[in-house]
């Protein structure tokens, strides 16, 4: 079965996703084997997995841009675990590709990935797909990991063709005429999946004088319980601090060390936001705004809903793949 199909159908059947028995056992299953996970969340990143991914007209589009494997490889891809599903992606590009997919899930995800091969082989026995057993020989490799991770796997496989992705962050940029509904989107940008992902938004831009105000969504216990520790931590060292509900905003032009706190920074100009973007380009994933211009841009609402050409670490793996 060609890729275009076998994915299509992979959609299809995630429609519904979380409205029947077995995959709200799924659901269940997987926010068991991984604490920071909740059910309507896993449900939300299987759904949005099928709208922004597998819809046929945009697998079609998407997939005419490249050539076919002129060799097929094994390529070992090892999977991070900190939002459901979020290694699905590079899992489509391989065998999209044209190559044998050996998959090494994060134990924090495993579920839901052993799902999606489930429903992978259901659709076609012969997929070129299997999870990797330690050992066993491969000819490229895609990690996402720490920064201590892809120093671990650039030593393990040197000489093997590679793509690591390391740590990274999210800024959002404001222009202070935002609506509420694109604040609303924001704060969705800010705390879906409890912040964890590097397409999270952690540190926001505003104009000086602008006062940022958000209503955030019911968060993770796990969530609250570090806010709660920041919140003493910044009351006790007496560093000023806006209390969100939740979670703290801090006055800063860095990347914030806490999960729950967002730095907020002020600007006078947009042009002195795009010199710190240009800057800081390597610590970046994407950028929520409308008011400035950038290479990895996505609109309100949309860092954490990503497409088929919203490329981790502005990297095309398809045609990474289609060269090896």
């Known amino acids: 079965m060609n890729a275009l199909d076998l994915f299509s159908e992979l959609g299809r059947r995630m429609e519904r996703f979380g409205e029947d028995a077995p995959t709200r056992e799924v659901v269940r299953r997987a926010c068991a084997a991984n604490g920071w996970f909740m059910p ?21 589009a998407w997939l005419e841009r490249y050539p076919a494997a002129a060799a097929p490889r094994r390529v070992l891809v090892v999977m991070a675990g900190n939002i459901p599903l979020v290694g699905f992606f590079d899992l489509l590009c391989v065998v999209a ?13 495993r579920v839901l990935t052993e799902y999606v091969l489930e429903q992978l082989r259901a659709i076609d026995p012969a997929v070129a797909l299997s ?37 990274r962050q999210s ?49 993770n216990p796990k969530y609250v319980n570090n806010y709660l520790r920041e919140r003493a931590l910044l009351a006790m060292t007496g560093h000023p601090f806006v209390d969100l509900g939740a979670a703290v905003a801090v006055g800063q032009r860095e990347f914030p060390v806490a999960l729950s706190r967002i730095a907020c920074a002020r600007y006078r100009s947009t042009e ?14 994407c ?35 289609a060269a090896l």
């Open 40 to 60: 309507h969340e896993v449900v939300r990143a299987v759904r949005v997995l099928g709208r922004r991914m597998l819809r046929p007209e945009l697998l079609a």
């Open 97 to 109: 590709a044209g190559h044998r997919c050996l998959v090494k899930p994060s134990s924090k995800d």
């Open 131 to 167: 999870f990797y057993d330690e050992g066993e020989p491969v000819d490229a490799l895609i990690a996402t990991g720490g920064d201590n991770a892809v120093r671990h796997f650039r030593t393990r496989y040197a000489g093997l063709p590679a793509l690591l992705r390391g740590h």
């Open 171 to 219: 800024v959002a940029v404001l222009s202070g005429l935002e609506t509420p509904e694109q604040l609303s989107l924001l704060a969705d940008d800010i705390w879906a999946y409890s912040g964890l992902g590097c397409r999270n938004v952690s540190l926001v831009w505003m104009p000086e004088g602008y006062e940022l105000r958000l209503e955030m969504p019911e968060m």
């Open 272 to 285: 002195e936001v795009v010199r710190w973007l240009a800057a800081h380009d390597v610590e970046l994933q």
């Open 287 to 321: 950028v929520v705004a409308e008011c400035v211009d950038h290479s990895r841009r996505v609109g309100f609402g949309c860092a954490q809903s990503p497409g088929l050409t919203d490329w981790p670490d502005d990297r095309d793996t398809m045609a990474w793949l």
